[in-house]
Nanobody
Framework: VQLQASGGGLVQAGGSLRLSCAAA????????MGWYRQAPGKERELVAG???????EYADSVKGRFTISRDGAKNTVSLQMNSLKLEDTAVYYC???????????WGQGTQVTVSS
């Protein structure tokens, strides 16, 4: 599975960005996709993701500001980020994983920089 992410960039605080990620390759079985981020000097953390059954989970820090969506037919996942804050600055990574296995794939990462 190959993941191609896009949509990062530089935005002022309070602005919005939309990230997209497309999964390509031979995809079979139950799977979920999500977004993680890693800021300098910090560990990678979950931002938003889908769980089995289609429910979603969000980091507390982004609840009410970010929305994850998925087009299952196209194997794409998007992250709409509104009211961006300085602390949202990080490299954002798309993740694809098969349920009930340890198989997990990562995109190349896309930089999001929020300026004051």
């Amino acid at each position: 599975v190959q993941l191609q992410a896009s949509g990062g960039g530089l935005v002022q605080a309070g602005g919005s960005l939309r990230l997209s990620c497309a999964a390509a390759g031979i995809i079979f079985g139950l799977n979920v996709m999500g977004w993680y981020r890693q800021a300098p000097g910090k560990e990678r953390e979950l931002v938003a993701g889908f769980l089995s059954g289609g429910s979603t989970e969000y980091a507390d820090s982004v609840k009410g500001r970010f929305t994850i969506s998925r087009d299952g037919a196209k194997n794409t996942v998007s992250l709409q980020m509104n009211s961006l804050k300085l602390e949202d600055t990080a490299v954002y990574y798309c993740n694809f994983r098969y349920l009930y296995t340890t198989q997990s794939y990562w995109g190349q990462g896309t930089q999001v920089t929020v300026s004051s």
